[in-house]
C-alpha cells in the first residue's frame, strides 16, 4: 500500500470517530467504556491499516474491529468474574445464597416496596410489575397491547415516582 493511499484511509479513520463512539456507544451503555472501545478500535485498525483491503467497505471493517474487540473484552471479563470452586466437597459452591428477603430489614423493604406499587393506577402498575418480573419492553408493550413508547414512559414514570415515595426509607 502506498502512502497516499495510507494517508487516505488514515484520514477516513479520523472523520469516522463520532459514527464510531455512538456504536461503542450502544455496545457498551457507558460513554467511558465507549470512549476506551473507539480509542482501541482506532489503534488496532492503524495497527491493520495495511491488511484492509480497497474493495472492502471502510466503515465496515472498522466496525468489525469494534465489535470484535467488544465480544472479547466481555467474554475476557466474565472468564475473570467466574469463580470455580475447588474446594472439597464443593463447599462454596453449597452455602446458601442470601437474598436480603430473610432479614427482617430485607422483608420490611419489600413490603413497603409492594404496598406503595399496589397504591398506584393500574396503567403503571401492571408495566412495571412486569418489567421488574424480567419482560422485555416489546414483550410487555405486546402482552398489553399498547405502543413500545406508552410501556417505556409509564415504567419510567412508576420508578420515578416510587423513588420519590420511598426517598427518605433507608
Known amino acids: 500500500m502506498n502512502k ?7 484520514d477516513n479513520l479520523v472523520q469516522l470517530q463520532g459514527n464510531m463512539l455512538n456504536f461503542a456507544l450502544k455496545l457498551t451503555s ?19 491499516i495495511d491488511k484492509y483491503y480497497n474493495n472492502v467497505n471502510f466503515k465496515g471493517w472498522v ?24 474446594t472439597e466437597n464443593l463447599y462454596h459452591l453449597n452455602l446458601p445464597q442470601d437474598s436480603g428477603l430473610d432479614t427482617p430489614e430485607g422483608s420490611f423493604a419489600y413490603s413497603e416496596i409492594t404496598k406503595v406499587l399496589n397504591g398506584f393506577s393500574e396503567e403503571y402498575k401492571v408495566p412495571f410489575s412486569l418489567h421488574v418480573s424480567g419482560y422485555k419492553y416489546e414483550e410487555i408493550a405486546e402482552k398489553l397491547s399498547l405502543p413500545l413508547g406508552t410501556v417505556k414512559s409509564r415504567i419510567f414514570f412508576a420508578r420515578k415516582r416510587l423513588q420519590e415515595i420511598l426517598k427518605d426509607y433507608r
Do not use: C, G, W
Open 30 to 48: 457507558d460513554m467511558e467504556d465507549a470512549q476506551d472501545l473507539t480509542q482501541e478500535t482506532t489503534l488496532k485498525a492503524l495497527n491493520n
Open 4 to 10: 497516499a493511499a495510507k494517508q487516505t484511509l488514515e
Open 63 to 86: 466496525f468489525t474491529i469494534m465489535h470484535n474487540l467488544f465480544v472479547n473484552n466481555y467474554r475476557r471479563a466474565i472468564r475473570n468474574q467466574t469463580i470455580v470452586d475447588q
